[in-house]
Each structure stands twice: as structure tokens, then as C-alpha cells.
């Protein structure tokens, strides 16, 4: 059920973060590594494997920051109204 007596929230311009510009500059930095380890068969041991757990870690840490900052923005709207 959808409470429409609370105004909607403009997330457009609030939802630029740096744990989301971080993670995004790191998944660019893992495409990369991935691409210099498959000129690299040698590395494929523990070096991809670090890189994706390093990006899903901080993938998952960024989504909880994003969740915590929607539902602050959501409870300060809340309160002005």
C-alpha cells in the first residue's frame, strides 16, 4: 500500500554520493584489471578472484549507504511537511 499523503521525495539531484562515485571509478578500475589479467593468464589465480570479491564487497556496502540515505531523506521529508 503506497501512502499517498506524504510528498514525494526529489531523488534526482540527491542521490550522487561519493561511496557511489568510489564504486563506480572501482568497477571501471576492475573492468581493467580484468582485461590486463586475461594478457596475463598467470594471474588468473588470485588476482581475479581478489578483484571480484574487492567490487561485489563495495558494490553491496555502496547499496547499504544508498538504502540508509533514501530512508534519512524519506523520514526528513516526512518531517517537514
Do not use: C
Not at 521525495?9 to 571501471?28: D, H, I, Y
Not at 578500475?29 to 578483484?51: D, M, S
Request: net charge positive.
Amino acid at each position: 500500500m503506497i501512502d499517498r499523503s506524504t510528498p514525494p521525495v526529489n531523488l534526482r539531484n540527491r542521490l550522487r554520493s561519493r561511496p557511489g562515485k568510489a564504486g563506480t571509478f572501482l568497477q571501471a578500475t576492475a573492468v581493467i584489471l580484468i582485461l590486463v589479467a586475461a594478457l596475463n593468464p598467470q594471474w588468473n589465480g588470485i588476482y581475479l578472484p581478489t578483484v571480484y570479491v574487492i567490487v561485489a564487497a563495495f558494490a553491496i556496502l555502496s547499496g547499504f549507504h544508498y538504502i540508509y540515505w533514501v530512508a534519512k531523506l524519506m523520514r526528513e521529508a516526512r518531517l517537514n511537511r
